[in-house]
């Protein structure tokens, strides 16, 4: 039968006091060490709609991540122009809906409040708007977040041109000692959505130590064109426009129509921070384990990898001089649904590409999304919320060459009584053996399951996902990484 919204409320309230005790107790070791990350946006918003469907996105998770500053830039798209009264329209249709979003989850900062983040870059292209006499609102606003008292690193997301961030760094450069400009740099994380202008280069050749991911060259060659790509061979229904206007745009409050319709790509901005969502399965300070916005790894790309005769809007494609952080390959295996016998069980395809690092999770992603824009409209007892996936051991195990050992989180649950799905699976590639998958040797929809660890003459390191989807809607997946150290 269909529960009432009363009645679904008893069992949510009825569901939680059953793990009043071990929630006290197991519930912050599962998710201790997640902190929300800090982070300052550039968007050339108004140069194509992805960047304002990018940030009606992002203000669904302000409570999760520190939003210090969103700045109107220029971009090759967009050379002579900045935007910030689009992000203040976009804010103020999510300051019609925080109150809603409050319910569901805590956190969400007054609209006023990220209104005073809004400042704006120099209406001027790349390089043209780096020197001295080039300072802008922006740019010093990045410095007072750069130079803010805060152990934690400062992301800066680039989703237009980076020449405010260039000035920042040239400003800082000009203005600081060796030592204290080294300390600065160090705390910066930048991720880029490829070059959209000239200045990019010249950070990573002027700043060799920056913290830096991006896919340099052609658009045709970079990661985050994994978030809105066709797969041939899947499932593409929630990247498609009917299912943007059914879950995100048509019926879903005023911030639901502040997001536009596709025009070039859906959200090619959006895997900036997508690594920074606290779902349990992202580090980003190791790219290399990969997360909702791909994965990446450190090293100087040649010039023949970057599409360097793709498009790139007219921007110079030049060769990397130091290693970034950059495209990396998945092979990846989905987990395919059964009517009949075991739930879900491993297919026999796989897929392998850079894309595939970002669009692996794509489902999980959009549903999460799809979640969380119903949160703005709909009371607590009528949505759906995460799972919280809870490990019986602790997320670094050490075992022997060839040992057994067990994953186990059968003291998962969730918030709102609904039925789990449990998927286990290794991640070669994040580990030492990227070559070598290691098959779970129970069935891998279990909450606890059997590995047997492979044969190592050296120590290896093994990493497995836990995978908890709740059969709400839309379903909500949430993770966990266990990472298994193998001595011979």
């Known amino acids: 039968m269909t529960l009432s919204s009363n009645s679904r409320f008893l069992t949510c309230v009825l569901v939680l006091m059953s793990f009043s005790t071990f929630a006290l107790s197991e519930v912050p070791s599962a998710i201790a060490k997640q902190q929300n990350h800090r982070m300052v946006v550039l968007s050339d918003i108004e140069a194509d709609p992805d960047d304002a469907q990018t940030l009606v996105r992002l203000l669904l998770y302000v409570n999760q991540i ?93 989703w237009g041109g ?73 499932d593409n229904t929630t990247i498609s426009n009917p299912w943007l206007a059914d879950n995100i745009q048509q019926g879903h409050g005023p911030l639901g129509m502040q997001y536009p319709d596709v025009a070039y790509g859906m959200e090619g901005d959006t ?69 009949y016998g075991r739930s879900l069980k491993l297919s026999d395809k796989s897929y392998t590409g850079y894309r595939t690092t970002l669009w692996r999770w794509r489902d999980e992603l959009q549903n999460d999304f799809a979640a969380r824009m119903d949160w703005t409209t709909k009371p607590y007892a009528e949505a759906n919320h995460p799972p919280v996936p809870v490990l019986n051991h602790e997320q670094t195990l050490t075992v022997q060459s060839e040992q057994y050992f067990n994953l186990d989180a059968r003291n998962s649950f969730d918030p709102d009584g609904d039925s789990l799905q449990f998927w286990w699976f290794n991640y070669p590639e994040a580990g030492s053996l990227p070559d070598e998958y290691i098959k779970v040797t129970s ?45 011979p």
């Open 66 to 158: 520190d939003i210090e500053g969103l700045v109107a830039t220029t971009s090759v798209h967009q050379k002579l122009m900045v935007a910030p009264e689009s992000m203040h329209k976009i804010i103020d249709a999510y300051g019609l809906v925080r109150d809603n979003l409050e319910q569901h989850e805590k956190g969400f900062p007054s609209a006023k409040h990220l209104h005073d983040l809004v400042k704006k870059g120099l209406p001027i292209y790349g390089m043209q708007g780096v020197g001295e006499d080039k300072d802008s609102p922006g740019s010093d606003w990045l410095i007072k977040a750069i130079e803010k008292r805060d152990p934690r690193p400062l992301w800066v997301t680039v």
């Open 162 to 234: 980076a020449n405010t961030l260039a000035q920042a760094l040239f400003r800082l450069q000009q203005t600081k000692s060796a030592d204290e400009l080294a300390a600065l740099v160090s705390k910066l994380r930048v991720y880029t959505i490829s070059d959209q202008d000239d200045s990019g280069a010249w950070i990573r050749k002027q700043f060799p130590t920056l913290f830096y991911i991006v896919s340099p060259g052609g658009y045709g060659a970079a990661t985050w064109t994994g978030i809105n790509t066709y797969v041939d061979g899947i």
């Open 443 to 487: 069935a891998e929809n279990m909450n606890r399951v059997a590995v047997k660890a492979p044969k190592v003459t050296k120590p290896q390191q093994l990493h497995f996902i836990l995978k908890v989807t709740d059969r709400g809607t839309p379903a909500i997946t949430r993770y966990q990484r266990v990472i298994v150290n193998v001595n």
């Open 271 to 339: 895997p900036t921070w997508l690594n920074l969502i606290l779902n349990g399965l992202s580090d980003p300070e190791h790219p290399q384990w990969g997360g909702w916005g791909g994965r990446y790894e450190l090293y100087v790309p040649k010039l023949a990898d970057m599409d360097p005769k793709g498009f790139t809007g007219g921007v110079p494609v030049e060769p990397e001089t130091r290693a970034i952080w950059t495209n990396a390959t998945d092979t990846y295996m989905p987990a395919l649904s059964s009517e």
